[in-house]
């Protein structure tokens, strides 16, 4: 019984790395950069959140459309003008650069939250109606079913998106050859903006789904979770849509099962010695693909 | 020639200026020796920087202990004169604080309010002799010299009271979930688990979790899965906010208990008790006591400052009286000997509970405990 819970436990935590490593691995893939701005894009969002829904004094639906809308319009409209101010300029530079920025980005965002909002946790109300399903021992939550239904959801979209859509095949282009794709007729920075749009969507669907799950929010709390979602894109494939899903639920199941049978203090090393591991024995991830660099 | 004259004018009015401060500088410190009509007290305390709202609360809390008994004719015949210094919560500002209080001749010291700076100020201190009462530094070398005492409890000693506490509810399977990278937590953590299965208790599930984990559903599912009848945590508010909702979330309903670092979970909660409901915690002071003493405490308070005094003021306002109450044993004699003997031999009745002082510095006094009652504290003994 306890067996089937901690796994369970394991599903709910590995579906919201999951969904924050979607966002990783479809800017990484896309743009070729690694956004460590991301979980922080999704604390501002949880803040955003927060905000909306005090303010709100509306019907019941609308209590939980208004900050559901607000929270992914900040979301994106941040994402788009982090990508104009501090990325674009560095499109020619070299990758590490943008590492380099997008780390002081993130503790840009950081800093400007603990500002407004000082150290403290703050409690924000859950937008999901709170409901769960208990079999016999089992008790499943409702955040955490409909965290997983999302995420899957989300994963069919976007691959849908990339694969069968002309900004979809575009946005393939610009991931294959910047270059080649210019001259094709492709806009390479309009296209990059709008992979960060997306991404930055996720991010804001990842903080809603977040904050429902775990009911606070301070200037750190994107930080782990955004690492840890970043271990899980890489162990699937960074660049792979389904790599960075069994990735993700991989990742919280193997967490929450060292927590529950090895060592709670043990856990988060497990987690980043299964990511040296992998990229050991299988450099590209899971699902990763080998690209082949004809000369 | 005018300008050469101007400068000498200035460099001698300088100097007459400096004469005048060391001279007045100098009488103060024999108006302190030979015991004029004022005691001076010496404060430490952050009154700026992160833990800026301990050494505020504490310093308001003393201020009116001063008042109070300024009004109702001094001790001994004596006033009593706050001085309070601003440390940041710093050890090196903490102790050039005390340097600064001694220049100005204090007969005793209270502070400093946090732990690693009241360790750093008794390195000093304690060669000067001078008494010096900590009214709220928890850790236990606080009062490793001969001159340190303090008001509040250590932490161990939460962590037996809550196990004695525990045990009376006729709770005897506990759960325990501590932060394994905080001293605070494992200091209190150590002591209850040696405490509750001293006095036959037993420890069901014993988890851990590191500073800045949000996920407690892996411990909480293994409390679960054994057979505990109570869950204590100690730790502070932020995570237990965290345990309380998860706890409710997997279905897990034990009674919760815990220690002072509980005090602000309901703010915490945006009020919404539900999940805490019940939830029982060991703490100095609940400013919803109805105790009279207390009760007009929080309504001076409240005059005063505008705000609901915490435990800090509460500390602070006790470390005043048990300087009172040493002061009157002694009969007005201000030597550290005699002082420090003194406060050996007191009882005080303060706004914490009834207490008095052990040779090592350490209070005796009995546990309050706070429950959580439909959204709000409410006092319990």
Redesign the interface.
């Known amino acids: 019984m306890d067996f089937i819970q901690q796994f369970i436990n394991g599903l709910s935590l590995g579906s919201i790395y999951a969904l924050i490593a979607l966002g990783y691995t479809m800017v990484y893939g896309i743009a070729k950069m690694l956004n460590f701005a991301h979980g922080d894009v999704i604390m501002v969002g949880a803040y955003v959140l927060s905000m909306a829904a005090v303010k709100a004094g509306l019907s019941p639906a609308m209590s939980i459309v208004f900050p559901v809308v607000i929270c992914m319009l900040s979301c994106t409209v941040l994402g788009v003008t982090i990508e104009k101010i501090a990325y674009r300029p560095l499109r020619n530079a070299s990758p590490l650069a943008v590492l380099i920025t997008a780390i002081g980005v993130s503790y840009f965002l950081q800093s400007v939250a603990l500002l407004i909002f000082g150290s403290n946790q703050r409690k924000v109300e859950s937008v999901i109606p709170k409901f769960s399903v208990t079999l016999g021992e089992i008790h499943l939550s409702g955040e955490a079913i409909t965290t997983l239904g999302v995420t899957v959801i989300i994963m069919i979209c976007l691959a849908l998106f990339i694969n069968f859509t002309k900004v979809g095949k575009a946005m393939r282009a610009v991931s294959e050859d910047k270059g080649a794709a210019q001259l094709m007729g492709v806009n390479v920075n309009s296209t990059i903006s709008l992979t960060f749009a997306i991404g930055s969507f996720l991010a804001a669907i990842a903080s809603i789904l977040f904050v429902s799950s775990y009911g606070f929010v301070g200037p750190y709390s994107g930080a782990m979770p955004g690492i840890k979602a970043f271990v899980a894109a890489v162990l699937g494939g960074i660049g792979s849509i389904p790599g960075a899903m069994l990735g993700g639920i991989i990742l919280g199941i193997i967490e929450s099962m060292s927590k529950a049978y090895i060592s709670t203090e043990l856990a988060d090393a497990i987690v980043f010695s299964v990511l040296i591991i992998v990229l050991l024995v299988k450099p590209t991830g899971i699902l990763g693909r080998k690209r082949i660099t004809k000369v | 020639m005018l300008k050469r004259f101007l400068a000498l004018a200035m460099a001698g009015t300088m100097a007459l200026t400096m004469v005048g401060c060391g001279g007045s500088g100098a009488e103060n410190d024999a108006a302190a020796d030979d015991g004029s009509d004022v005691i001076k007290i010496g404060g430490i305390g952050p009154l700026t920087g ?1 833990a800026a709202s301990y050494g505020v609360s504490t310093k308001n809390g003393a201020e009116i202990a001063v008042q109070e008994i300024n009004e109702a004719g001094g001790v001994e015949g004596k006033q009593l004169e706050l001085l309070f210094e601003d440390d940041e919560c710093d050890e090196q500002k903490s102790v050039n604080a005390y340097s600064t209080l001694m220049d100005q001749g204090i007969n005793v010291l209270v502070g400093s309010v946090t732990s690693a700076c009241s360790i750093a100020v008794s390195g000093e201190s304690s060669q000067d002799g001078i008494l010096q009462i900590t009214p709220s530094g928890s850790a236990k070398e606080c009062t490793a010299t001969p001159n340190a005492f303090r008001i509040c409890f250590t932490d161990p000693l939460q962590g037996q009271v809550m196990a004695e506490y525990i045990q009376q509810q006729g709770l005897s399977k506990a759960a325990v979930i501590y932060n ?1 990278g905080d001293e605070y937590s494992k200091g209190i953590h150590d002591a209850f688990v040696a405490k509750f299965t001293e006095a036959g208790g037993e420890i069901v599930a014993d ?4 500073s ?1 984990d ?2 407690f ?3 909480l ?2 409390i ?2 054994s057979e505990a009848d109570c869950l204590f945590l100690p730790f502070y508010y ?1 995570e237990v ?2 345990v309380s ?1 998860q706890a409710a ?3 897990l309903t034990l009674p919760m208990f815990g220690c002072d670092g509980w005090d602000g979970v309901i703010k ?3 009020g919404d008790t539900t999940n805490i409901e019940g939830g029982t915690f060991l703490t100095p002071f609940v400013p919803t006591d109805p105790d009279e003493k207390i009760q007009a405490f929080v309504k001076k308070y409240n005059e005063k400052y505008g705000a609901d005094p915490d435990q800090f003021a509460a500390d602070g306002y006790d470390a005043i009286y048990a300087i009172k109450l040493a002061v009157e044993q002694t009969g007005g004699d201000l030597s550290n000997e005699a002082l420090i003997d003194a406060m050996t031999k007191i009882t005080l009745s303060g706004l914490t509970g009834d207490m008095t002082f052990d040779a090592n510095g350490e209070p005796n006094k009995s546990a309050k405990v706070a429950v959580i009652e439909n959204g709000a504290y409410t006092a319990k003994s």
């Open positions: 992160d394994n988890e851990s979790f590191t800045g949000v996920d559903k892996t411990q599912t293994k679960k899965g932020t906010a965290y909702e979330s997997l279905g915490q909660l945006n």
